[in-house]
DNA sequence: CCGGATTGTGGTACCGATAACACGGTGGCG
DNA sequence: CGCCACCGTGTTATCGGTACCACAATCCGG
């Protein structure tokens, strides 16, 4: 018979006080007597009994579980989320459950379904897009606490850590304006996606800006990934006027896309200069290339999970938090500035 | 009242039937009639009822979750490894706890510890050293089922999937021989780790298969991330007699490394080659330029939770698995081959 | 047409903890 | 010296499900 089959009525028969009284020790309610306290104490290590968060989840009704939900872990953005999450819900005695959507809208409703099933006490999520809508309204139907990070969705009352999508954006292409480009190729998500809408307005801003019309063609629209970025490369290629320049939504799809301009037996910045969002950490420290606007992912992850620890013990304040975080500037190779 | 607080009392209500039978109709078994199904599943409908994972968990001794703990989620191989099993656990219908240990021991101890309370069902662990044997026995000690990844402790009756390390450090070792190196240096972690034990043989062996002397003084013990590499590449620079090459005993100490080559204003490979294990997928798309022995991360991750889930549900051997997976040499750059 | 198997359902106890309240004993204060 | 507040502890019910067994109704073969 494991240890772990012990519960607090072994502990309290051996040290011949209540049910009760064992519960108060382990959770070092005052109102024990320091005899009482040894006794139990002594009754608990010697049989080696660990308390049941389970049993005491459901009694309590607080689980003492969250979960961080990304449309992929993989992206080191996320990542560095996930990681300064755990690491604050760890501290504040939280565990952390992990959903990876894979930027799959359906995935993510299972995820969330599931998770609202297992009575999790909050979630920080970064949705798929704005279709997220239904399952977060969801959420807010059960009363779990959420908080959205990196992007946003239209019509949700909830707290939101977000990166200056449009300033960010327009501080990028202002650049390879500066740089002589005209003609500046754009490979993004759909727009239900806040932060491709808000790139986009930066984008659009940065060329009205600089009294340079619009071309739509030069806008294309791919998944945020290296082979959506890979596939939107490629077609700004095959144009008859080529961009000199693009900028790419994020980090993986500015990937893809310089496998693309290389592919084509092209070069990067020589042929086409590129910038993008977010940084890939040690690809950069390896190798400085990536011109970009790097978010701190970091804070994202240890301040969204704080607003939601907040939330889940009701502190929060009456009104939504919206905290937008600027990004860091990152001049490199790729967008050939000398 | 959200439907959260909807039991299965009140379903049983609304539909005229017992509790038992609510919960027959939720879990699909047998002997439940058409009809009688149909009433209740209306109910639940109406009442938005979503049954309680935890209460499940607890009543049936079996929670739905499991954990995966390693040192660094921030590594891209650990996080290929847990994003893989995240999507076999989805499947089989569990949830994954993230554990960040940040190689601390005593962090380790925390979260197994933790985990152990939550009743998790199982747990795959990529331990920090040979020192984690201590609370991995606190599993067996509890029933809980664990599989070590990436790195085995010895003396530990329990499944494990590795990489080839003493033979994937040979291959490495015995190219930079092939290129010429005679004076090679290695920075690995001290040996209570296992990887670092075995490629530290595969390196001697290279060595003294080509009839090279083992030199200690070019053996640095570092820590596996960046700024152990660094130090332990700052070290070696320093030698009277430096060497000509040097094997990091994984990726991030090779980025430590490298910066720490550039710091002295000399360069991989020319003043120096350079090779490791494991591959920073993202870096290398960007940059072909770590010659690596690439870990089939994601089989490390989808394997391990594989038998994880076979030991859960009693369908593990009785032998206890040891699963070698090959790793892939892949050439770039940093070993200065043409 | 009867006895035993099968089917559909309910009752009760229990999983392992805690909340809320009750209660006897002690000490301070008027 | 009596009353009341407070202290330490126990009792009971409950959190939201499920296991196990009981039981009436129906079915079947001989």
Same mark, same amino acid.
Not at 34 to 45: G, K, L, N
Not at 163 to 181: C, K, P, T
Not at 252 to 265: K, P, S, T
């Given at each position: ?8 009525? +072994? ?8 049910p ?13 007597? $320091?005899?009482?306290r040894?006794?139990?104490?002594? =009754? ?10 389970? =049993?005491?989840? !459901? ?11 990304? $449309? ?6 996320? /990542?560095?989320?996930? &990681? ?17 959507? &894979?930027?799959?809208?359906? #995935? ?18 970064? $949705?798929?897009? +704005? ?19 990196d992007?946003?969705?239209?019509? !949700? ?34 727009d ?6 808000d ?5 659009e =801003? ?7 019309? %619009?071309?739509?063609? !030069? ?9 959506g970025?890979? =596939?939107?490369?490629?077609?700004? %290629? ?7 320049? #693009? ?40 190798y400085?290339f ?12 240890? %301040?969204? /999970?704080?607003?939601?620890?907040? &939330?889940?013990?009701?502190?929060? $304040?009456?009104? &939504? ?18």
């Amino acid at each position: 018979m494991s240890p772990s089959n012990t519960t607090i009525r +072994d502990v309290a028969r051996l040290s011949g006080v209540s049910p009760m009284t064992v519960s108060r020790v382990i959770n070092d309610s005052e109102r024990v007597s $320091p005899e009482t306290r040894r006794r139990v104490e002594q =009754a608990i290590s010697e049989l080696g009994y660990v308390p049941s968060r389970l =049993a005491r989840g !459901l009694s309590r009704q607080r689980a003492g579980t969250l979960a961080v939900i990304v $449309p992929d872990v993989a992206n080191p953005f996320f /990542t560095a989320i996930l &990681r300064a999450a755990e690491e604050v819900a760890r501290r504040a005695d939280y565990h952390v459950i992990l959903g990876d959507t &894979r930027s799959d809208l359906s #995935v993510e409703r299972d995820v969330i379904e599931e998770l609202i099933a297992h009575r999790v006490e909050g979630m920080m999520i970064a $949705p798929v897009s +704005d279709r997220s809508a239904a399952h977060l309204r969801r959420l807010a139907e059960f009363g779990v606490p959420f908080v959205l990070i990196d992007r946003t969705v239209p019509g !949700l009352d909830c707290d939101v850590v977000l990166g200056d999508s449009s300033g960010g954006a327009r501080r990028l292409v202002e650049h390879l304006i500066s740089l002589g480009h005209r003609r500046i190729g754009f490979i993004v998500e759909s727009d239900d996606v806040s932060t491709a809408r808000d790139r986009r307005a930066g984008y659009e =801003a940065a060329l009205s800006g600089a009294g340079i019309a %619009l071309d739509p063609t !030069l806008v294309v629209n791919a998944a945020a990934d290296p082979s959506g970025g890979s =596939a939107g490369m490629s077609r700004l %290629l095959e144009l008859d006027e080529r961009p000199t320049a #693009v900028f790419t939504v994020n980090n993986l799809a500015a990937v893809g896309a310089i496998e693309a301009v290389r592919a084509a037996g092209l070069e990067v910045p020589d042929d086409v200069a590129l910038v993008c969002f977010d940084d890939i950490e040690y690809a950069s420290r390896l190798y400085p290339f990536l011109t970009a606007m790097e978010q701190p992912a970091q804070t994202f992850g240890t %301040l969204g /999970t704080q607003l939601l620890l907040e &939330r889940i013990e009701g502190r929060g $304040p009456e009104r &939504r938090h919206e905290v937008v975080l600027p990004g860091e500037f990152i001049i490199r190779k790729s967008c050939g500035a000398k």
